[in-house]
């Protein structure tokens, strides 16, 4: 699982549902969760929290600010790639540290991904999990 | 309310050890002592049934005391009010499963308890059979009952359930779950199946080398409790194959077998055997009525 130390910045919540900006150095990380302030204690603005996701959540761009709905984005350089038959595992380095993607291997030729090669990570609001 | 600080020294195997536990338990709580055998668990229940005396400290229950070395005060185990259940079923061999039941009862103690705990553990169909012709899930049913016969207000559990399989431990989970709110007890729980401590206790105390090492709620001492993956389970790691860059681990959660895909940095620390938590964000499952 992809693991980064942040601390919460602002926290919008509505019927039990909460969206939280998670700040880890410079990228702004959000997260949907099935919480609020009255039932987990932590989510407190300024509190340290760790941020989440499973490497097979991780979807992967080139070129420059491509238009998704994704908008928990890292850029980097990918440092390694593991071609499987059917997946790859590609490690990149960003700022905040590495990132593991597990992708189908298709797409990671269809993309010409390799080491090297300048991607965006991008992963969905609600793939991130939150941990105190 | 039991209040405990017992001091003991205790030979094992290892050497001699010296245990030196305080802890409060409130009035109908479910607590489970967690922590490698040998650690002092099964003692401070022995001490606390008054089956093995301290060395120094007390024991007060409700206000009352039990135990204090200073004062010279030690209640019998009788005078007591527990109900101890063992590993092993300690039943009668020669008598029915309700004359074990009657055996127990105080004297002048009515007889109806003896038919509604034989209600509550439904052990209406086998009252008339001897131990011997049951199962080791039946045995314990048998045995929690006698342990509820006296009406005591605490339960202490060493164990009771590491004979038995799966299925039967999950049945026997929901009888002791059952009696412990039925009858308002205050239970506390000797266990090292972490699902089942995440299932029926209110708290853990984790105990090692006779001191009491963390303790907290079961879902903040068991890891995954505070995270927002809403979607969690406890289990065993029955297999792990390598399927191309990333791994298949195989998960037996309940009665049920799970598949679970793992990136290498994960399934590297896993052997089969391993207890494991399981967990997602709540917003991938797909619900389907069957």
């Known amino acids: ?132 | 309310m039991i209040v405990l600080n017992l001091h003991k020294t205790l030979q094992s195997a290892q050497g001699t050890m010296s245990l030196q536990l305080e802890m409060t338990v409130q009035k109908g709580q479910f607590v489970t002592l967690f922590g490698e055998s040998g650690a002092g668990k099964t003692s401070t229940l022995r001490m606390l049934s008054g089956l093995m005396d301290p060395d120094k400290g007390y024991i007060t229950v409700n206000g009352t005391t039990w135990f204090d070395k200073d004062r010279k005060i030690n209640l019998r185990p009788r005078q007591r009010h527990i109900g101890y259940v063992f590993q092993d079923y300690a039943l009668f061999p020669n008598m029915t499963v309700r004359q074990n039941l009657e055996f127990a009862l105080d004297k002048n103690q009515p007889r109806t308890i003896v038919d509604d705990l034989i209600g509550t553990v439904e052990l209406r169909e086998l009252q008339h059979r001897k131990p011997d012709t049951l199962s080791g899930g039946q045995k314990q049913r048998v045995a929690l009952a006698r342990a509820l016969v006296r009406q005591p207000e605490i339960l202490l559990l060493d164990e009771p359930l590491s004979a038995l399989d799966s299925a039967m431990r999950q049945k026997l989970q929901q009888y002791i779950l059952e009696v412990h709110r039925k009858y308002e007890l205050t239970t506390i729980l000797i266990s090292h199946d972490v699902g089942e401590i995440l299932k029926l206790s209110d708290r853990v105390y984790e105990i090692q080398h006779g001191r009491i090492l963390r303790q907290g709620s079961p879902e903040t001492l068991f890891g995954l409790g505070q995270s927002s993956a809403k979607f969690r389970f406890t289990g065993e790691v029955t297999g792990i194959r390598k399927a191309g860059v990333v791994y298949i681990v195989t998960i037996r959660i309940g009665n049920d077998l799970v598949k679970v895909i793992a990136d290498p940095s994960e399934a590297e620390f896993l052997q089969t055997g391993d207890k494991v938590a399981v967990a997602s964000k709540a917003f991938n499952p797909v619900i389907r009525k069957i």
């Open chain 1, 1 to 132: 699982m992809n693991s980064f130390a942040g601390h919460i910045t602002d926290i919008r919540s509505s019927d039990g549902l909460s969206v939280i900006t998670v700040k880890v150095n410079a990228v702004r990380f959000k997260a949907v969760v099935i919480d609020s302030p009255e039932t987990a204690s932590w989510l407190v603005t300024d509190n340290p929290v760790q941020v989440q996701f499973k490497e097979t959540e991780v979807v992967l761009a080139t070129g420059e600010n491509p238009a998704v709905s994704l908008q928990n984005r890292v850029k980097g350089r990918i440092s390694a790639i593991e071609k499987g038959e059917l997946l790859s595992r590609v490690v990149m380095r960003t700022d905040i540290g590495n990132i593991v993607s597990i992708i189908s291997t298709d797409a990671a030729e269809q993309l010409a991904l390799q080491e090297n090669t300048e991607v965006t990570a991008m992963i969905k609001l609600n793939e991130v999990i939150l941990a105190p």
